[in-house]
């Protein structure tokens, strides 16, 4: 079985373009995967064509590590807009394998380990304004079965909050809290916002409302910095989402520099890397829970990847905060049920493209907006009418 055919598909959702990923081979079979890169969908593309498809043209499906491992040797920069082609690619790949065996691609990543497979909610507070509103947006999430969820309090600080932004996040995440009570968990996501002073400062500050953990306190690459913080702090930490090599991952696992480990299986060289990873992480006894807030092949590969994997903590989920036309691209898949993913035992990822949706769908330029502008308070993640 050889790789025939590579074709890459963009489709608007809203705030993000979707970059999706399809090969086919010599057989008749397709493998999709997710190379979306807020603001760089488009470079992303070009390098798909321009270096990743002549790699992978002519090559067999299950050949993961001579095929990816020679890409993740040979790009040589390094970075998110390469590792992002490159691990779309490999999504596909697994895709192509579990339908050449008939098997789900969980049950040759190790099977299955965990029973069940928590989700918590990202995306819900769009254009929320007053602690009123979080309120109410989060009971709204209780209210469709999760028992998680994530948000940014910090309006667009960027290093240092002022005793009034201070006020307002603490007002915010208050709010939620009184609204969902005390034993759902209760996500704080920082951006990496904050300077390493200040981001203990506010931790110690929202450290009475129990979350879960606190996410990307500091800027990503300050490993050292991070450790530091997690250090003064008794509020769990994760990191890991803008990490995108072994080698990086090794360094915080080894650190220990935060608790959750939150790869992003479609920036850091796709779900073998993934396994690799979590084997680091379990050595120093942390946990994971995979980074993704884009589209849903890339969700179907954190699925198959939190399925298989011992020490998988919760799902990120975006899929009932996008926009009304996400699932149809991908002919209706929709995994979540009350607040948790179902997985079935359809071989490969278990969806498939749909190319008449996508292209009724086209790009959007910039569609996603700067964290540190008023415009991604308004405009995050809210519905678009489907026109």
């Not at 996501?189 to 306190?217: K, M, N, Y």
């Not at 680091?280 to 179907?300: E, K, N």
């Not at 991908?330 to 949706?357: A, S, Y």
């Not at 540190?372 to 308004?378: F, K, P, Q, S």
Request: glycine share 8%; charged share 20%.
């Amino acid at each position: 079985m050889k790789i025939v055919r590579f074709e890459t598909f963009l489709a608007n959702a809203g705030l993000r373009n979707y970059l999706f990923i399809r090969l086919t081979t010599d057989n008749g079979l397709t493998g999709i995967g997710e190379a979306t890169l807020e603001w760089q969908e488009k470079t992303v593309q070009t390098l798909c064509h321009e270096w990743v498809e002549e790699r992978v043209l002519g090559r067999d499906p299950f050949n993961i590590e001579a095929v990816i491992g020679g890409m993740l040797r040979d790009q040589y920069q390094g970075g998110p807009t390469v590792l992002s082609a490159i691990s779309g690619v490999e999504v596909a790949m697994w895709d192509l394998i579990g339908k050449a065996c008939g098997q789900p691609v969980y049950r040759l990543l190790g099977g299955a380990v965990q029973a069940r497979l928590p989700a918590y909610a990202n995306g819900w507070y769009g254009g929320a304004v007053t602690p009123q509103d979080y309120a109410e947006r989060a009971r709204e999430v209780v209210a469709r079965g999760y028992r998680a969820m994530k948000f940014d309090p910090f309006g667009v600080a960027w290093k240092e909050l002022s005793d009034d932004e201070m006020e307002a996040a603490i007002e915010r995440v208050a709010a939620v809290r009184s609204a969902i009570g005390p034993h759902d968990g209760l996500i704080i996501e920082f951006h990496g916002r904050l300077s390493a002073g200040c981001a203990v400062q506010a931790i110690h500050r929202l450290s009475r409302f129990q979350p879960t953990w606190c996410e990307e306190p500091v800027a990503p690459e300050s490993l050292d910095l991070l450790q530091w913080v997690k250090q003064q702090v008794d509020v769990p930490i994760a990191a890991g989402e803008r990490l995108y090599t072994l080698a990086d991952f090794n360094r915080l696992c080894t650190l220990r520099a935060a608790d959750i480990v939150q790869m992003d299986i479609a920036h850091c060289g796709g779900l073998w890397t993934s396994k690799k990873i979590a084997a680091l992480a379990a050595v120093q006894d942390l946990r994971l829970s995979p980074h993704c807030s884009i589209g849903p092949v890339a969700l179907a590969a954190c699925l198959h990847f939190d399925c298989s994997t011992p020490n998988f903590m919760i799902q990120e989920d975006f899929t009932e905060f996008d926009v009304p036309w996400r699932n149809s691209l991908v002919r209706g898949w929709n995994p979540i049920q009350h607040g948790k993913f179902v997985l079935k035992d359809t071989p490969g990822l278990g969806l498939e493209l749909d190319d008449q949706v996508i292209a009724n769908h086209p790009y959007v330029k910039n569609a996603f907006p700067s964290l540190w502008d008023g415009e991604w308070l308004t405009n995050f993640t809210q519905d678009h009418p489907d026109d």
